[in-house]
């Protein structure tokens, strides 16, 4: 049965800082990874959709790494905002059976102005 | 371009009412999600629907059901609502193309008093 771990579960940095957010997954066997935002209370939007047969995904200052074989993907934020302050959620896809997502647990993230 | 749309944005309900969650999802996907985001929680899947038959079965309370229609739209019927059941319902659909991943819609965010 697929798992998704998120680390760390909350992060408190500076305005300014590059950070790095982790997505661990246990069965390899992925059809893709996606990474969403999600304010409180809010739905979720779309980051960044990474295909099991790409290595990294960038959008602006957001870039995304997948590591199938080791069962890893990195969220490198560049330059921090205050403004990026939310839930950061990886989702697999999975190929065992139908298809569908599998969330990780989260990373709340807040940048201090 | 047309997202997934949900209704309503905000239901309360009281214990042991029935309450009908509705998800249109984007022109020409086939496949609806349900899924079920508690408090402080990531979303859990609940149910899917692939060209109107039951794809999948996640941990959905038999109290919930859930169809989807002639026209793709799809909906979650709950019953017996208990307190534990307050939490965003959020709906995702996706095309035949995988390569898109899922496009969520902005949730339905249900209160049980």
């Known amino acids: 049965k697929q798992e998704v771990t998120q680390i760390p579960a909350a992060l408190s940095v500076p305005e300014g800082e590059n950070l790095v957010l982790n997505c661990s997954f246990t069965?390899?066997?992925?059809?893709?990874l996606q990474w969403f935002r999600q304010d409180p209370g809010k739905g979720l939007t779309s980051l960044l959709l990474i295909q099991s047969s790409q290595r990294e995904q960038t959008s602006g200052r957001l870039n995304a790494s997948l590591d199938k074989s080791s069962g890893r993907s990195t969220l490198y934020i560049a330059a921090s905002q205050p403004g990026d302050s939310a839930t950061y959620l990886c989702a697999v896809g999975t190929t065992s059976g139908t298809y569908k997502y599998i969330f990780g647990t989260g990373t709340r993230l807040k940048v201090l102005a | 371009a047309a997202g997934v749309i949900q209704s309503p944005r905000h239901l309360i309900k009281e214990k042991r009412e029935t309450a009908t969650l509705k998800c249109y999802p984007i022109?020409?996907?086939?496949?609806v999600y349900w899924y079920q985001q508690g408090p402080g929680q990531d979303p859990q899947f609940l149910i899917s629907f692939y060209e109107k038959m039951q794809s999948d079965k996640g941990s959905i309370p038999d109290r919930f059901s859930a169809q989807q229609f002639s026209d793709y739209h799809s909906e979650l019927n709950m019953s017996s609502l208990e307190l534990g059941d307050s939490a965003l319902y959020f709906c995702?659909?996706?095309?035949?193309?995988?390569?898109?991943?899922?496009?969520f819609g902005s949730g339905t965010r249900l209160t049980v008093v």
């Open positions: 995702a659909s996706r095309g035949q193309d995988r390569l898109y991943g899922y496009t």
């Open positions: 022109p020409r996907h086939d496949t």
């Open positions: 069965d390899s066997a992925i059809y893709n």
